[in-house]
């Protein structure tokens, strides 16, 4: 298992170009590869994605800084994020500043960004898409 690697995999529900928008915005997101339902090399069971989702998200692959993620718009409507956080490291304050307002932009803050004893700032939030980030400064 030395080459195991574990990957955040997001279902937006029908948003899910709009949340690839908002990360390369907010965070430098860039796309490596997006596929939509419509270009699947095989033809995709009736009724397994919404009417109207032909042109949605069938599965992208993007980057922010070192890390990859995948996205996707799923098969249904409506994102569900529940149980999870994805964790946002940066070195300096300023850059944990602007991180936070960005992606608090049309979210909630649960905690502000605050000095802790781990982090000289620290803070919490859910973006628009539902998604909960904990944004932290190495420095």
Not at 18 to 28: D, N, P, Q, S, V
Request: charged share 15%; with cysteine.
């Amino acid at each position: 298992m030395s080459n195991t690697i574990v990957q955040s995999y997001l279902f937006f529900g029908g948003r899910c170009d709009e949340a690839l928008e908002f990360y390369r915005t907010a965070l430098g997101a860039e796309v490596d590869f997006l596929m939509r339902y419509k270009e699947s090399p095989e033809p995709l069971p009736p009724g397994r994605i919404p009417p109207g989702f032909e042109n949605k998200v069938m599965h992208a692959t993007f980057h922010i800084g070192g890390t990859t993620l995948m996205a996707s718009d799923g098969c249904e409507a409506g994102p569900r994020f529940a149980g999870f956080s994805l964790s946002l490291a940066v070195p300096t304050q300023a850059e944990a500043d602007r991180a936070f307002a960005a992606l608090a932009a049309g979210g909630q803050v649960t905690m502000p960004l605050t000095k802790t004893f781990w982090s000289p700032c620290f803070g919490m939030l859910t973006d628009r898409f539902g998604i909960g980030w904990m944004v932290s400064a190495a420095a």
